[in-house]
């Protein structure tokens, strides 16, 4: 089992930045693809980016090409989003998951999840 847990959520500025953190528990972090995913009052859950289980590989959803970036150190079991250009449109709860599975962009495809970090923009 792998247990989660976000930080690094606040209040910026429009234009400024952020940088989450994911903190996982157990020594088989390496096994597992991890994913950013994001909530807004209101809104379906939305996926923000992946990273494969060596970090070779990312994926981001149009909405934050460019904008964010997602890195893991496995050495430290923990998993990054860096966050810049804000926008107020991105004011949301921000999760991590982890993943055995190869379908990264979908949430059902997430077996491990975190409690969530706020996020707000002000704009």
């Known amino acids: 089992q792998v247990q989660l847990v976000e930080s690094g959520g606040g209040l910026v500025q429009a234009g400024g930045s952020l940088r989450l953190s994911c903190a996982a528990s157990?020594?088989?972090?390496?096994?597992?693809?991890m994913g950013w995913f994001r909530q807004a009052p209101g809104k379906e859950r939305e996926f923000i980016g992946a990273?494969?289980?060596?970090?070779?590989?990312?994926y981001y959803a149009d909405s934050v090409k460019g904008r964010f970036t997602i890195s893991r150190d496995n050495a430290k079991n923990t998993v990054y989003l860096q966050m810049n250009s804000l926008k107020p449109e991105d004011t949301a709860v921000y999760t991590c998951?982890?993943?055995?599975?190869?379908?990264?962009?979908?949430?059902?495809?997430?077996?491990?999840w975190g409690q969530g970090t706020q996020v707000t923009v002000s704009s």
């Open positions: 157990g020594r088989t972090f390496s096994s597992y693809a």
């Open positions: 998951a982890a993943s055995t599975s190869v379908a990264l962009y979908y949430s059902a495809s997430y077996d491990y």
């Open positions: 990273i494969t289980k060596s970090g070779s590989t990312t």
